[in-house]
């Protein structure tokens, strides 16, 4: 385990206990007007959170009795300590943030998968256009960002030096926000960056950049406490539902539905909504996926210990 996560999970550790040591109010037994069951999400607002909008839009919450709350997100330790705590009820979070939570023994699990990354969405190594790296070897005593250590990127790209029996710490990962990224690489203080929408299409409209690699599998899912899990299973099987609907309506008609949704609940507009790439939502629990990500987690040293991948989602019920 690096540097940084040791010190993010000694801060979260600390923040829980805290938590503990007050009476968290939570919305247990908050009902609106209409007599739904208010549910507060932190959701980040890129095409990740995309079935949320169009579930909020067309209904879908409303019919499975419940209203949701849009909350910021924040990184992943701060997110995990809110719904542990109690303050937030549901959040998207990266695979990584949960795995390496549950392994360290706090309370939370999956109330429903949400994306999973494919070569359409491309999420993955982008370098220069004119730099001398072709390959994920070529990477070897190079430096790449990642948006945090221990993250989605870092590891993926851990995994690929590793199939191709090479050190996966002979690779330098350097800590920066998204928006950063292009002028990092750029400047020439890293040779490759881990891009996703849609911070990609913004760096792509910068510099001319190509794409060396990318990752496939499970990427993101929506969290919650196993306490509200164990107290509401009514609330997250239709969670689970409404979203259900939603990515039906996505896959029908993915840009036209981004194209319709982003704008009304982000500052993306219309015509950058429609041409951004779009991950696979993901309705059923990839158990496989998971597992490997977790594997992969123990191999590369970011975890001590594995767990199983079906200890993470639940029936609701």
């Given amino acids: 385990m690096n540097l940084g996560t040791k010190r993010r999970l000694g801060v979260l550790a600390l923040t829980l206990l805290l938590a503990g040591a007050t009476t968290a109010c939570g919305n247990d037994d908050a009902a609106t007007a209409d007599g739904l069951t208010k549910v507060t999400l932190s959701i980040p607002p890129v095409g990740d959170s995309l079935p949320v909008y169009d579930a909020i839009a067309k209904g879908y919450f409303a019919d499975e009795g419940l209203d949701v709350e849009l909350t910021p997100a924040a990184n992943g330790a701060t997110t995990i300590n809110a719904l542990v705590s109690g303050s937030t009820d549901l959040a998207l979070v990266s695979y990584p943030s949960l795995i390496t939570a549950k392994s360290s023994g706090i309370p939370v699990t999956i109330a429903a998968p949400a994306i999973a990354g494919t070569e359409e969405y491309a999420a993955g190594l982008y370098v220069l256009a004119d730099s001398e790296i072709q390959k994920p070897a070529d990477m070897v005593g190079k430096k790449m960002a990642t948006p945090s250590l221990g993250s989605v990127g870092d590891i993926w790209f851990r995994g690929v030096l590793l199939q191709e029996g ?16 292009a002028a990092a690489l750029e400047a020439g203080d890293v040779d490759g960056i881990f891009q996703t929408e849609p911070t990609l299409s913004a760096t792509q409209a910068k510099l001319d950049v190509r794409l060396v690699g990318y990752q496939e599998g499970p990427q993101g899912l929506f969290a919650t406490s196993e306490k509200y899990l164990g107290d509401k299973p009514d609330v997250v099987s239709g969670f689970r539902a409404a979203l259900a609907k939603a990515v039906d309506d996505i896959e029908a008609d993915p840009h036209g539905v981004a194209e319709a949704m982003m704008p009304k609940y982000t500052e993306m507009s219309a015509d950058v909504a429609a041409k951004m790439r779009l991950p696979h939502y993901q309705v059923d629990f990839d158990a496989a996926g998971v597992q490997k990500v977790i594997d992969l987690m123990v191999e590369v040293g970011l975890l001590k ?3 199983d991948a079906g200890d993470l989602y639940k029936d609701a019920s």
Wanted: glycine share 0%; net charge negative.
């Fill in 166 to 181: 090479l050190d996966p710490d002979s690779v330098t990962f350097v800590e920066i926000p998204q928006a950063n990224m």
């Fill in 305 to 307: 210990d594995s767990i």
